[in-house]
């Protein structure tokens, strides 16, 4: 057997072995999808870290929401766009859908949000674990799992900075 076989089969065993045991694998897909529209999306705001620009964007009906005490629509997008050397490295991506939380269990649901990592031609991060997204937005959830909620509502046509 080629070394390349071996290893595929090795990793036939090991997924087949985490779908009979139920337990994660580290790398997922989930129902997140790459936004049909990211021109669409509105840029309300831009963190800048190092050498790290992250344009925050989403969309005008859930900025809206936001602005008048209204529960974000489900099906929005949250995407942070991180620029390096003012080129895409990758996109973080949040996305609400009605009944997402009950993919999770309770320990690590974030209500209806779903996250996820794209690289910068728009493949999943394969090697990512976003339960570990989920944890770290929890201790956002009364603002909806939102690190800059606040922007949101100061955002009136000008980009926060
Ligand atoms: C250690 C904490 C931490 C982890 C882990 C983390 N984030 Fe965030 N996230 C933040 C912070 C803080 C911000 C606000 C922007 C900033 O300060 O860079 C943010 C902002 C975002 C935003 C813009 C909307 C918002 O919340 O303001 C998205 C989308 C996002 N993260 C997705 C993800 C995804 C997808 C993952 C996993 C691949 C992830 N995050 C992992 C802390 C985290």
Redesign the pocket.
Known sequence: MTFSKTRLSLVALAFSAVAVMGIEVHAETNR?RFPENLDDLVHY?T?R?GN?T?H?M?TREAIDAVKQGQPIPDGTH???VDYREGKVHRY???QKGEGWGNDYDEGRRTEDWQ???FWADRSI?MD?N?A??????S??SDEN?????D?LSAFHGTVIE
């Open positions: 997140v705001t963190v870290r790290v992250e925050i989403t949250f995407v942070l973080f991506v949040m996250f996820q990592w991060n990512e976003t570990r997204c989920q944890s770290c937005h201790s956002r799992h939102l690190y800059t909620f922007a």
